[in-house]
């Protein structure tokens, strides 16, 4: 069923973009001082190892989301092609399932998170955020594994759209909770005033049906938005108590962990990292820009993974419930350029996505690339 927004509002002006400076601090936002991680130096430091196992593809262009199939291969899409590819989880071979039609790549915009239907055993539907000329919108496709060759893929069934575009702060990280709703994270697309504005759809977490209805438990009657006062959300994962997690970019100051709980404000734009002001929900953790501007992240082995773009380092994070249990550890600094994308390959193992070729990197011989991750 087609779901309009509550509210679509018209792009403003824009501060800088994923792992880019903005030109200078917004008015009025406060941010903590202290050093960057920012975890109480009571915390012991993180003792984790992490090894690359394989690299298992390369050539990628422009790679954004991540699907892990039933039998374990993935669906990556590229984000200025406006294609899905499977990946063969065994030899890496990629075949290209189809284009998806409406997508209109734009600066950050264009075919962002993918996701597969709770159900996807018995209806094969793929999930896509992606932006158009007029907005960011969610649509799902019938994936038709038995054709051979050719487009594999269904015309896109929209089920939610008016999701503010903007060359800046697209959002655009989907998944499916425990709880099989669809989540989905936005920005504000430059327009800051949209983060503190319930009645708007950006600089949001979104909870919908997979209908794309507003879902049984969300915090206000008759809409979707699920959390609010956010920046730019890319990241959205759950541990093994069903907690979700979630990241954004902040501006020139810190960057967000943040443990998402239904109905609170997140406080961008009027704090940015560990406030503590009265009214807004502090981050679990922060991390200065340059260390981090982060997009993906999955939960594996006590810890939630945040995959970095301009930190270009794979962040741990280990948890104590809700809360780090020690301070957070980086892997792979410089070591594979600008990280886009982590999901769990179950156990001990991690899909990891580079993004070199997303503009804004350096792209080496075989970006992009994914690597498999043994974590303990």
Known sequence: MLVSA????????????????GPGRVPGARAATSASPSASRAVPPAKGTLKVVSTLTTGLDSPWGVAVLPEGDLLVSSRDKGTIT????????????GKVAGVTPAGEG??????????YASDHLVYAYFSTTSDNRIARMFYDEKQPGGQQLG??????KGIPKGTLHNGGRIAFGPDKMLYAGTGE?????????????GGKILRMTPDGQPAHGDPWADSVVYSYGHRNVQGLAWDAAGRLWADEFG??????LNLIRPGKNYGW????????????????????????????????????????????????????????SARPQA????????LRTVVSAGGDRLWLVTSNTDSRGKPKAGDDRILQLEVK
């Open 6 to 21: 509550l509210l679509f509002s018209a792009v403003g002006c824009s501060s800088g973009g994923e792992g880019v400076a």
């Open 86 to 97: 499977r990946v063969d989880a065994e030899t890496g071979r990629k075949s290209v399932l």
């Open 110 to 119: 264009g075919l962002l998170g993918i996701a597969l239907s709770p159900s």
């Open 155 to 160: 015309a896109p069934d929209t089920v939610f």
């Open 189 to 201: 697309t430059g327009d800051q005033g949209l983060a503190q504005d319930k009645k708007s759809l």
């Open 251 to 256: 501006q020139d100051t810190w960057d967000e």
């Open 269 to 324: 734009p009027e704090a940015e990292g560990k406030a503590g002001r009265a009214g807004f929900t502090d981050p679990v953790e922060q991390w200065k820009t340059a260390d981090s501007s982060p997009s993906g992240i999955a939960y594996a082995e006590g810890s939630v993974w945040m995959a970095s773009l301009r930190g270009e380092r794979l962040w741990r994070i280990p948890l104590d419930g809700g809360k780090p």
């Open 331 to 338: 892997f792979l600094q410089g070591k594979y350029g600008r």
